[in-house]
């Protein structure tokens, strides 16, 4: 007797690409298609639907009210009722989401982000159907203001079946705020190993891209939002050219979430400092393993504790050092001393001391790098963790029947 595909709906609030969408697209890719059938609901078009649709996921577009869509961890801390600005009008979109549900027959609802679960979450209990959270994001008063975090916990502990937490560090911050532990679930982020080559030089990227061959190269890759540490990474790269005067940078990603400020802000710091010639910014690319490959070492410079941190992650699969700060997620994917170096927060000199070590040392970034490789392949394996979630999902499936 033939088994009946699931259908699995993933609901995101926004439409631009972060690092949740991308490991989103890499949920989908692994998802067990003669068991499930996925859909993604967005509230509008962007470049999240583009891939979507591309990956060959049916996509659906059901509007949601724009406080939400817009919403910012800045504007929380501001305003922590912000996204009820229009309560009536976020109504609405509640209904338009059950109706959906309803409509097109859901087994399970996927969450793929905090705020998808301000609204996602009721409009599946409304729906009668089982819950999952994706929580990819801290629960401290650095991000979230004690209003929201005791909303988010309690709308968790009554609506939602399971939170799936991608690190423990923020398992732990959602049981301290009075989450419940029997609905946590930790599962990391996984990685395409296959993508990442330790060996791969790819020479002629560095070629088309107007850099020579032999010079170091240091990169960071990540959204250009403040709190993702750029300033720092800038001035630890002045400071590092002191020393290193052929090493080049790169800065890979792009603004989201109207931060379009910032970047201005960023080019005028890089010419104040002095790099203009030698800081080099891509914007963002598709092509983060060949990019990761290319680079000499990696780092992560974020100012606030990251809930996870896939940029390390995915330096160690492409067996690459990784420097990065000393807080949050990071504490259970880089070995400091072993796969990389951990620096305290918002110190360029540190960073840049780290930095100055690692380009002294061949042998220990190619130590550093096998280490992080073989870790990859321990905790990473995007198949792996894959399946633990849809595991989850087939639980949640037949306790609902």
Known sequence: MKKRRYKIVFIDHT????????????????????????LVVCPSDGALPDHVRRSGVDLHIVPIHQSIINLRKEDLIGNPISFLINPFRLAAGIWRLVSWLKRHKIDLVHLNSMKAGFYGSLAARYAGLPVVWDFKDLLSEDFFPSINRRLIVGMANRWVDYVVANSNAIAEAFIAQGGRKDKV????????????????????????????????????????DRWKGHV????????????????????V??????????????????????????VHYLGFREDIADLMAM?????????????????????????????????????????????????????????????????????????????????????????????RVQDVYLELIDAHR
Request: with cysteine.
């Open 232 to 251: 720092y990474f800038l001035q630890a790269a002045a400071q590092t050219r002191e020393v290193h005067p052929d090493v080049h940078f790169l800065i």
């Open 295 to 387: 680079s000499d070492i990696v780092v992560h410079a974020s100012t606030l504790p990251e809930p996870l941190g896939l940029t390390p992650m995915e330096a160690q699969a492409a067996g690459r050092p990784v420097v990065a700060v000393k807080a949050g997620g990071v504490l259970e994917t880089v070995e400091d001393g072993l796969t990389g170096v951990l620096v305290p927060p918002k110190n360029a000199s540190a960073m840049a001391k780290a930095l100055s070590d690692l380009l002294r040392s061949p042998d220990k970034r190619r130590q550093m790098g096998i280490a992080g490789r073989v870790r990859a392949e321990q905790l990473f394996d995007l198949q792996t963790n894959a399946r």
């Open 15 to 38: 439409t631009k690409m972060g690092g949740g969408q991308v490991y989103l697209l890499r949920q989908l890719s692994q998802l067990d298609k003669d068991r499930f059938k996925p």
């Open 185 to 224: 679930r930790v599962i990391h982020n996984g990685i395409d190993l296959s993508q990442f080559h330790p060996d791969n030089k790819p020479s002629g990227l560095r070629v088309s891209l107007g850099l020579d061959p032999e010079i170091h190269l240091v990169s960071i890759f990540s959204r250009l």
């Open 253 to 278: 990603g792009a603004t989201t979430f109207d931060n379009d400020g910032y970047a201005d802000e960023l080019h005028t710091l890089t010419h104040d400092l002095g790099l203009a010639d030698c």
